[in-house]
T-cell receptor, first 111, second 114 residues
Framework: LAKTTQPISMDSYEGQEVNITCSHNNIATNDYITWYQQFPSQGPRFIIQGYKTKVTNEVASLFIPADRKSSTLSLPRVSLSDTAVYYC????????????FGKGTTLSVSS | EAGVAQSPRYKIIEKRQSVAFWCNPISGHATLYWYQQILGQGPKLLIQFQNNGVVDDSQLPKDRFSAERLKGVDSTLKIQPAKLEDSAVYLCASIPGTGRYEQYFGPGTRLTVT
């Protein structure tokens, strides 16, 4: 299973765009990249998933370069409520595939 | 749709006692996961079920942890006997399958072993 490396923490201000990069050098051909958000005392919440190029939903964008050895989660115009831990995971997209969570990136948004 | 349900939300026990956690996944989700999350760390997979069968339990400390999903719906995770290092949040998650594999997590059970 591919391991991931993310910054331990990031700071931002309200209204700014935040980009969190994740390295996954040994990603396998059939691995997808998934990002989760976790608030204190809650379970992780799915944000976005992608395989290559760019994926966008109502919450975030995910940029994946051609070599897929890294990915960047982009949060547009963050607010205080985006303060959370963000996890990058890589793994097969089959039901029988487990995913490994790293320590995640703690994003702190200030006013 | 209703989310993943877990109970209890909090539990305090003494070491060497036993404890059980319950999870009811989202209706129709065939795959269920149990994770252990120690404070400051990411969730660690303990066991994965596909319907009522175990897919992966390689990281489950089988000398003290057990889990079952008898009818392929709700699941129970048990610890017997508990150790101090078992203090953690125990998370249950399920996935839709059928082309969608994002995990839906429950609120977790916070276990404190004294």
């Amino acid at each position: 299973l591919a391991k991931t490396t993310q910054p331990i923490s990031m700071d931002s201000y309200e209204g700014q765009e935040v980009n969190i990069t994740c390295s996954h050098n040994n990603i396998a051909t059939n691995d997808y990249i998934t990002w989760y958000q976790q608030f204190p005392s809650q379970g992780p919440r799915f944000i976005i998933q992608g395989y290559k190029t760019k994926v966008t939903n109502e919450v975030a964008s995910l940029f994946i370069p051609a070599d897929r050895k890294s990915s960047t989660l982009s949060l547009p115009r963050v607010s205080l409520s985006d303060t959370a831990v963000y996890y990058c995971l890589v793994g097969g997209n089959q039901a029988g595939t487990a995913l490994i969570f790293g320590k995640g990136t703690t994003l702190s948004v200030s006013s | 749709e209703a989310g993943v349900a877990q109970s209890p939300r909090y539990k305090i026990i003494e070491k060497r006692q036993s404890v059980a956690f319950w999870c009811n996944p989202i209706s129709g989700h065939a795959t269920l996961y149990w994770y252990q999350q120690i404070l400051g760390q990411g969730p660690k997979l303990l066991i994965q079920f596909q319907n009522n069968g175990v897919v992966d339990d390689s990281q489950l400390p089988k000398d003290r942890f057990s889990a079952e999903r008898l009818k392929g719906v709700d699941s129970t995770l048990k610890i017997q006997p508990a150790k101090l290092e078992d203090s953690a949040v125990y998370l249950c998650a399920s996935i839709p399958g059928t082309g969608r594999y994002e995990q839906y997590f429950g609120p977790g059970t916070r276990l404190t072993v004294t």
